[in-house]
């Protein structure tokens, strides 16, 4: 059984995900995390107002954070310190905040899975990429959000650009700067933030007198409830910090 605390229990992917858990037979939901919900019982299960003190007061195997970038990484780092493994669904953690939850969780000899989208198509697509930047060096990257999304790139765009590093040829200049996104560990992200958008990202890849276009869009949060539970079952076997879904 996995004893797991859930942060962000009320949000728009956590009431989802609380009612999924629920359902298997192999998880167990131990408290929950919201500020706006503190001190109540969400359907039997006691919610308080920091990871902090939910950690303190009853025991889990697992944090799941869905809560907001500004809050994740001290999240995932009191975890450490209890000895309680992480799953991070919230995006907008750097390539060096990673870096360091994963030098906290390699000496604490625990593990963390984290992934700015656990879409199972979100998860192909950046394999599928990995292979073909193999063949195709050149490609761009660009990252579709809701207008209200706090963080430009997305998760999603970043944990891609991780993936890639290394593989981009360094090629032709890149004219005016402004006009040109953000360029990341060698790859080049364009951010669109619109209303009518849901989420997605999709990389170009382009040689001579071809192009390869792979892309992943969804449309509500049902895709990151099953990434999310193959997430969770992952962590208990890994040490360190692995960005991504695996299969």
């Known amino acids: 059984m996995i004893r797991i605390c859930l942060a962000g229990i009320t949000g728009y992917v956590g009431r989802e995900l609380f009612q999924a858990i629920r359902k298997e037979p192999d998880l167990h939901l131990m408290s929950g995390v919201s500020r706006t919900a503190a001190g109540t019982v969400y359907d039997d299960v006691p919610v308080f107002a920091s990871v902090e003190e939910a950690l303190r007061d009853i025991e889990c195997d697992v944090l799941v954070d869905y809560t907001h970038p500004s809050v994740v ?3 995932v780092l009191r975890a450490i310190e209890r000895g309680v493994r992480s799953v991070i669904g919230t995006s907008g953690l750097s390539d060096d905040d990673y870096a360091g939850l994963a030098a906290a969780a390699e000496l604490a000899g625990i593990g963390i899975v984290a992934a700015g989208n656990f879409a199972i198509s979100a998860a192909l697509l ?6 073909a930047a193999r063949f195709m060096k050149r490609w761009e990257i660009l990252d579709y959000g809701s207008v209200t999304k706090p963080d430009a790139p997305s998760g999603t765009a970043r944990e891609l650009a991780f993936r890639l590093r290394g593989e981009v040829e360094d090629c032709a200049p890149h004219r005016e700067a402004a006009s040109r996104g953000l360029e990341l ?20 890849f382009g040689l ?23 997430a969770i079952r992952q962590v208990v076997s890994i040490t360190g910090v692995v960005r991504g879904l695996s299969f």
């Open 73 to 75: 990484k001290k999240n």
């Open 126 to 131: 950046q394999q599928f990429a990995v292979e």
């Open 185 to 204: 560990n060698g790859s080049q992200i364009h951010s669109l933030r619109l209303p009518g958008i849901y989420s997605g990202i999709e990389i170009q």
């Open 208 to 230: 001579p007198g071809e192009r390869l276009i792979i892309r992943h869009e969804s449309s509500s949060v049902e895709p990151y409830i099953a990434g999310t539970m193959l």
